[in-house]
């Protein structure tokens, strides 16, 4: 048996690093693609899902920061600076630290969760609020980047978008051929763009014939793309997807056009659902940005236009224990509270409804 190497190692002779790139490695990737029998059987498909909370950080964010690190350290870079709704934050914190150099990140004052802030705390990033929202934070760092020494490492660096190419690589590989449709959710629309790229590549290199179709997802109340202009005060509960004005935009719309593909919106209560299937049906524990694709799904199927049999790959993003509140509170909206018991088994028998074997 072999320890996985890194997506820079395990891939690199398709990404751009050469003897002089060092590469920083948490372990990144490999993440595991688990079948969803309960909704395969809620839609006829056969749907997959792929689970990037298992990276080292907790989210997806990690495959393009390796690489956008690993670039920054060949280029000599002693800072970097990233804007972020959370992970990316946390990602460029961890594997900057790693690196021996300093992350700087501009998160939205109040608007991130817990877990995430407290992950660039814990591995030493300077972390400013800033009093704004996301898109105010993206226009500082790009501000900074273009004006002090210090890197950006936003996924408007394309070194971000070819390291996140490589969870394509993945699906094909595990699935020996590419799935009919690609779910994700759409933030910066940065993934949306990157799966787009992997998969292209993998027909141009003849891994496989099929170019799947791209659905990427944006909360109702934070929804650019869907309404074709920017949204000057986005809100959703999905932290994580709180963005009004999408850096990969233009990307993502070529990569719709070429795949086929389809932008929708989901509400929050929408979102919460999924949440709820993809945590108590598939035992699955994501943040609530990452739930938007099976909410996505579900609505496309009940919108008959999902294929019977088609195959389904639906990338759920981030971890659960990033943002563990929600899973506390009921579809009503109240709070979950645990019974509590006495230290005696009978008891505890009789509030479990076991009867005596
Ligand atoms: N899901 C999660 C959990 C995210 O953190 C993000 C983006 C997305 C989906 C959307 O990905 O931007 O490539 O379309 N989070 C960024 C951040 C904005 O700062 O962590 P995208």
Redesign the pocket.
Same mark, same amino acid.
């Given at each position: 048996s072999r320890q996985w190497r890194g997506v820079l190692r395990e891939y690199a002779d398709r990404l751009n690093v050469t003897d002089a790139t060092p590469i920083i490695t948490l372990g990144e990737g490999g993440t595991p693609l688990i079948p969803a029998p309960a909704l395969s059987a809620r839609t006829g498909a056969k749907v997959w899902i792929k689970f990037e909370g298992m990276n080292p950080t907790g %989210?997806?964010?990690d495959r393009g920061m390796t690489m956008a690190i690993s670039k920054a350290m060949e280029d000599g870079a002693k800072a970097v600076i990233? &804007?972020? +709704? =959370? /992970?990316? %934050? &946390? $990602?460029a914190a961890a594997y900057a630290t790693h690196a021996g150099i300093t992350a700087a990140v501009l998160v939205p004052e109040g608007k991130i969760a817990m877990g995430?802030l407290s992950q660039a705390v814990a591995h030493n990033a300077q972390l400013l609020q800033v009093q704004g929202n996301?898109d105010d934070c993206l226009d500082i760092a790009r501000d900074l980047a273009a004006n002090y020494p210090v890197h950006l490492v /936003? $996924?408007v660096n394309p070194d971000r978008i070819e390291g996140?190419k490589t969870a394509a690589f993945e699906v094909v590989e595990v699935l020996g051929d590419a799935p009919d449709f690609h779910f994700?959710?759409?933030? /910066? *629309? =940065?993934?949306? +763009? &990157?799966y787009h790229r992997g998969y292209s590549e993998e027909v141009a290199r003849g891994a496989t014939t099929k170019l799947p179709r791209m659905f990427?997802f944006q909360a109702s109340g934070s929804a650019p793309i869907v309404l074709g202009h920017r949204v000057e005060n986005p809100d959703t509960i999905a932290s994580? !997807?709180r !963005?009004g004005n999408? *850096?990969?935009w233009d990307l993502a719309i070529k990569a719709r056009a070429d795949s086929d593909g389809y932008f929708g919106a989901i509400t929050d209560a929408k979102i919460l659902e999924a949440h709820r299937i993809l945590s108590a049906e598939v035992g699955i524990f994501v943040?609530p940005? %990452?739930a938007i694709g099976v909410a996505g799904l579900l609505e496309r199927s009940e919108a008959g236009l999902i294929p019977a049999g088609a195959t389904i790959v639906i990338t759920v993003?981030?971890h659960g224990l990033?943002d563990p509140q929600w899973a506390l509170r009921t579809a009503d909206g109240s709070d979950v509270t645990p019974t509590i018991v006495p230290v005696d088994t009978a008891e505890v028998a009789s509030v479990l409804g076991l009867g005596k074997a």
């Open positions: %989210s997806f964010k990233c &804007a972020s +709704t =959370g /992970n990316t %934050s &946390a $990602s995430k996301f /936003n $996924s996140q994700v959710p759409v933030g /910066n *629309a =940065g993934n949306y +763009t &990157a990427g994580a !997807i !963005i999408p *850096a990969s943040e940005a %990452s993003t981030g990033k």
